[in-house]
């Protein structure tokens, strides 16, 4: 059974940082995707970074360039994403999802639809206060 993880989402001051984690279990595919995505109160759900393992490109919202990095680990299975100089507006909870299937040179646009992500996590919530 395919299972996607999050953890680390916490409280923390406008300024400070967070690595969220994605624990991803029961794949038996090589090739695939992990992105997070974060949906804030009455909004929309949008994504924020994303990794193909099939070439280890990656790809970032614009509202968080230069701020989020993301990266993975494939021996223990787990992918974070580095949050640093967080905002307010960077509430949210956070959800880790994965497409199936080899995807190289990842753009942005990768993540214009959730609707395409194959697995989700249940998501973990950053609260960002000023």
């Known amino acids: 059974e395919v299972q996607l993880v999050e953890s680390g989402g916490g409280l923390v001051q406008a300024g400070g940082s967070l690595r969220l984690s994605c624990a991803v279990s029961?794949?038996?595919?090589?090739?695939?995707?992990i992105a997070w995505f974060r949906q804030a109160p009455g909004k929309e759900r949008e994504g924020v970074a994303c990794?193909?393992?099939?070439?280890?490109?990656?790809a970032y919202a614009d509202s968080v360039k230069g701020r989020v990095t993301i990266s993975s680990d494939n021996a223990k299975a787990m992918v974070y994403l580095q949050m640093n100089s967080l905002k307010v507006e960077d509430t949210a909870v956070y959800y880790c999802?994965?497409?199936?299937?080899?995807?190289?040179?990842?753009?942005?646009?990768?993540?214009?639809?959730?609707?395409?992500?194959?697995?989700w996590g249940k998501g973990t919530l950053v609260t960002v206060s000023s």
């Open positions: 990794i193909s393992r099939s070439d280890g490109s990656t």
């Open positions: 029961g794949f038996i595919f090589d090739d695939y995707v």
């Open positions: 999802a994965a497409e199936i299937g080899p995807h190289y040179d990842l753009g942005p646009s990768f993540m214009d639809n959730y609707h395409d992500m194959d697995y």
